[in-house]
């Protein structure tokens, strides 16, 4: 045998052995048969059944306590101090005197006007005797009379003045803490205490600006504060007239309805507040919704095979969101194994909530 023809031979034996373990190959090759996977066995998922049901339209927004009324107390005039009445953390009711100052000279002041009138008076009748007679003219007479109303105004003018010497509590209301103390000469821009009206207090808040047209007078809020799980109740009674422009939200003003020892002005709170109500909406678990770009999604169960929908969401609590269209009712929506699901899929319901 030549060089030439066996190696013609041996080329030819080379090629049908690879032929062969080609073919092996090819049959050893076996379509994906995994979970979900198309040709593999179904994979197990539980399930959601979607029921209309009614659904409270609410926010939660913070807020603050206050008081429902205060104000500085200051004295009109500057003056001494002589009485001092301010028991620091006591409640006082409208009128109760909390200051004195030094009124001396303003009491002399009047007793010498009214010495004066009393004269006056005594002049004008013995005068008015006069001018019946012709003894003096009528405009003497006008003259005394003048002077007579003169005194009555400086007297009333004095009057006021000592009654700026007594500073009192302007409502009921409780007493904060003093700055002065007895013997001090005040002025009025000295701060003397404030006084809070604490037994009824006021709640204040801001809602988002798109929420400002379903704010009404009179509707009620719920509300928490830090350390307590107790629900206190209020109601609006009134609105900020205009939206803040750099917040873009609108200011409400709500009174307390309940009012006990645990709430403190200046308190913060956890307002929550219903804007509305849907009798019949639709709810799933926020774990059934799948974000696919600006849209979302959710998977139905439909003849054992994984449909993907298109929906369009609502509000939310803690566990569900809302389903505004893209669902039905009694649709039974897939809630575990969203990841390893593509569209009609395979799939067998292990368990329906």
């Known amino acids: 045998m030549t060089k030439e023809r066996f190696l013609l031979v041996f080329g030819l034996l080379a090629g049908v052995v690879f032929n062969i373990g080609c ?42 306590l206050l008081p429902f009324e205060e104000t500085e107390i200051r004295s009109e005039i500057s003056g001494r101090i002589v009485q001092l009445n301010v028991s620091e953390g006591s409640n006082v009711g409208k009128g109760t005197l909390l200051v004195k100052l030094f009124d001396g000279d303003l009491q002399a002041q009047r007793s010498k006007l009214e010495v004066q009138l009393q004269i006056a008076e ?37 009057r006021v003045n000592i009654g700026k010497t007594e500073i009192r509590a302007p409502f009921d209301g409780r007493i904060g803490l003093r700055s002065i ?4 000469y005040i002025s009025p821009a000295e701060l003397i205490t404030k006084i809070s009206q604490v037994k ?10 798109k929420y400002s047209s379903v704010v009404t007078r009179g509707q009620s809020i719920q509300f928490l504060i830090d350390g307590s799980t107790k629900s206190y109740a209020g109601s609006v009674i009134a609105t900020e007239s205009s939206i803040e422009e750099n917040t873009r939200s609108l200011a409400i003003l709500a009174v307390v309805t309940a009012n ?7 308190a913060f709170a956890k ?34 095979k994984a449909v993907f929908k298109d929906i369009t969401t609502g ?11 893209g669902l039905q009712n009694n649709d039974t929506v897939i809630i575990t194994g969203l990841l390893f699901l593509r569209p009609n899929a395979e799939v067998k319901l292990s368990k329906v909530n």
């Open 122 to 158: 005594k002049t004008v009748e013995r005068q008015k005797q006069l001018l019946a007679i012709g003894g003096i003219s009528q405009q003497e007479y006008d003259l005394s009379e003048l002077q007579i109303n003169n005194l009555k105004a400086d007297i009333q003018l004095v």
């Open 23 to 64: 073919k092996e190959k090819k049959k050893d090759v076996k379509p994906p048969s995994g979970p979900g996977a198309r040709g593999g066995a179904p994979l197990a998922v539980e399930a959601f059944v979607v029921k209309s049901a009614p659904l409270a339209s609410t926010i939660e927004v913070p807020g603050s």
């Open 315 to 325: 509000i939310r609590d803690s566990a569900n969101i809302q389903v505004i269209s």
């Open 260 to 266: 006990d020892n645990f709430l403190v002005p200046g």
């Open 271 to 304: 307002v929550r507040m219903i804007l509305g109500r849907e009798e019949k909406a639709l709810m799933i678990p926020t774990q059934a919704v799948i974000p696919s770009g600006r849209t979302k999604q959710a998977i139905v169960y439909e003849n054992g």
């Open 200 to 209: 009824k207090l006021k709640l204040q808040f801001t809602v988002p600006e």
């Open 181 to 184: 103390s007895m013997g001090a």
